[in-house]
C-alpha cells in the first residue's frame, strides 16, 4: 500500500526533523516537514496518522489529515504479509508481501466454469452448448452436462428421466421402470424380493448371466454363447465373459427377440421385442447390422459366406467372407491379416508370429485349454491372437 511502502522514508524525514522543537498545531514555527503535524504536548514533530482513525480500505492522506479511499489497490489487505493465513481473510492470499482475493487473475478456461473465491480454483466445468462439449454418456441440460444411465451422480447430476440411487457400491443414475419391457436388451426391470437388491427396485439394470450364477439374485444361471432369459424364457443370448466387479467374469443377457434378420440393419436404443431389434443375433454398432451368434468348437458352422469370429473368448458372431474361395489351415491368404480368406475355425495370420513372413490360415484355440479337450491344439501350440480377447489363440506349427 502506499502509505506502507512510504513508512521508512518517512521516519528517515522524521530522524531529521524530530530535533526541531514546535509549540501550535499550525506550524510548530514553521519546523515540521510535509506528512508531519506538531504534538504540542511533547513539542515535537510526528507523522500526521489522523490519529489512528483510518477505517479498512482507506489510508491517511499526511497533507490534510483526513482519511481517504486507498485508491492503488481496493482489494489490498491493509496489512502486509508473508504467508496467506496472515491475511485474516479466507478469501484473500498472500502475494508479493500483499494480501489480495484468491480470484484475482485466476481465468477458467473450460465451459461453465467459475473461481471458488475460498480456494482460487476453476470449478464446475460441466457448462455446455450441445451434447458433443459431454463425455460420453452425458448429455446437455440446460447448460449442464448430466449424467446418462450408470453415470458417476456423486459428481454430476443426472438427466432428468434418471433417479441417483446411493448403495455400498456407489451413487449411480438409473431409468425408472415398472417391466423389462421399459429397459434396453441388455437390461432388466429390477422388482422387489425381500433382499437388499430392493433398492433397485423398478429401475433398470444390466441383466448379467454366468454358469453357476450368484448367491445374491442379480446373475442368473447361464452359459457364455447360451440361452438366458432377457424378457421372457430363452429369449436371449449370454454375452461374454467380461470382468466382473466381484472379480469374477460375468456376461450379460442381450434380447434376440426381435425382427430384423442377419445382415439388415438395427437399432442400437431398440428395446425387447422392437421390431428394430435383431431376430436371433446381436446389432453390432459399427455397421448397425445383425449378426447372427455363434461359438467355435460345437460343431455348428455359420450360413454359407460367412464364418464365426470370436470375440468373446470361442464366443461370437458370423461375419461375411470375402468373395474369393477360402483358404485351408496351413495355406496362404492373401497380403492383409486378419481378412476373411479362411476355412470356418481358422484365422489369417502371418506364419510364426514373424514380421514379414507369408499370411497363413491357422486354426483357432484356447490359451487356457489342456491337451486333448476341446479347444486345444492338435498340431502346434496355442498361442494368444489379440490383445482383445486374450484367451483366444492360434495354433502355431513349424
Known amino acids: 500500500m502506499t502509505i506502507r511502502s512510504h513508512i521508512p522514508y518517512a521516519l528517515l524525514f522524521l530522524t531529521l526533523t524530530l530535533a526541531s522543537g514546535c509549540s501550535t498545531v499550525e506550524d510548530c514555527g514553521g519546523a515540521c516537514g510535509d506528512g508531519t503535524i506538531c504534538d504540542t504536548e511533547t513539542g515535537q514533530c510526528v507523522l500526521n496518522d489522523c490519529n489512528g482513525s483510518c477505517g479498512p480500505g482507506t489510508v491517511c492522506d499526511s497533507t490534510t489529515g483526513q482519511c481517504v479511499l486507498d485508491d492503488e489497490d481496493s482489494t489490498t489487505s491493509d496489512a502486509s504479509c508473508t504467508v496467506d493465513s496472515d491475511c485474516n481473510d479466507a478469501t484473500l492470499r498472500c502475494s508479493d508481501g500483499a494480501c489480495v482475493e484468491k480470484c484475482d487473475g485466476v481465468v477458467c478456461l473450460e465451459p461453465g466454469e467459475v473461481c471458488d473465491a475460498s480456494t482460487g480454483f476453476c470449478v464446475g466445468g460441466s457448462g455446455c452448448t450441445a451434447d458433443d462439449e459431454c463425455d460420453e454418456g452425458f448429455a446437455c441440460v440446460d447448460s449442464e452436462c448430466r449424467g446418462g444411465p450408470f453415470a458417476d451422480c456423486s459428481v454430476v447430476s443426472c438427466q432428468e428421466t434418471l433417479n441417483c440411487i446411493s448403495s455400498d457400491f456407489g451413487d449411480f443414475c438409473f431409468e425408472a421402470c415398472t417391466t423389462t419391457d421399459e429397459c434396453p436388451l441388455n437390461q432388466t426391470c429390477i422388482q422387489e424380493n425381500g433382499t437388499f437388491r430392493d433398492i433397485y427396485a423398478n429401475h433398470c439394470l444390466f441383466n448379467n448371466c454366468r454358469p453357476g450364477g450368484d448367491q445374491i439374485g442379480f446373475v442368473q444361471d447361464s452359459e457364455y454363447g447360451g440361452a438366458c432369459d432377457a424378457n421372457g424364457t430363452l429369449d436371449g443370448w449370454c454375452v461374454g465373459p467380461f470382468p466382473g466387479a466381484d472379480g469374477d467374469p460375468v456376461g450379460v443377457c442381450v434380447g434376440v427377440d426381435g425382427a430384423r434378420q442377419p445382415g439388415e440393419s438395427c437399432d442400437l436404443t431398440a428395446g425387447h421385442d422392437s421390431p428394430d431389434a435383431c431376430d436371433g443375433g ?63 475355425g481358422a484365422g489369417c495370420g502371418p506364419r510364426g508370429f514373424q514380421d514379414g513372413a507369408e499370411n497363413i490360415c491357422m486354426a483357432y484355440c484356447l490359451t487356457d485349454r489342456t491337451s486333448g479337450s476341446p479347444g486345444s491344439c492338435d498340431e502346434g501350440i496355442c498361442t494368444g491372437y489379440t490383445q482383445n480377447n486374450p484367451t483366444i489363440g492360434v495354433c502355431l506349427v513349424d
Open 282 to 344: 446381436l446389432c453390432f454398432e459399427e455397421t448397425l447390422t445383425c449378426r447372427e451368434t455363434c461359438s467355435l468348437f460345437d460343431d455348428t458352422l455359420c450360413q454359407e459366406g460367412s464364418v464365426c469370429i470370436p470375440i468373446w473368448t470361442e464366443h461370437g458372431a458370423c461375419f461375411p467372407t470375402e468373395p474369393v474361395e477360402l483358404a485351408a489351415i496351413g495355406e496362404s491368404c492373401g497380403p492383409n491379416a486378419g481378412a476373411l480368406r479362411c476355412v470356418e
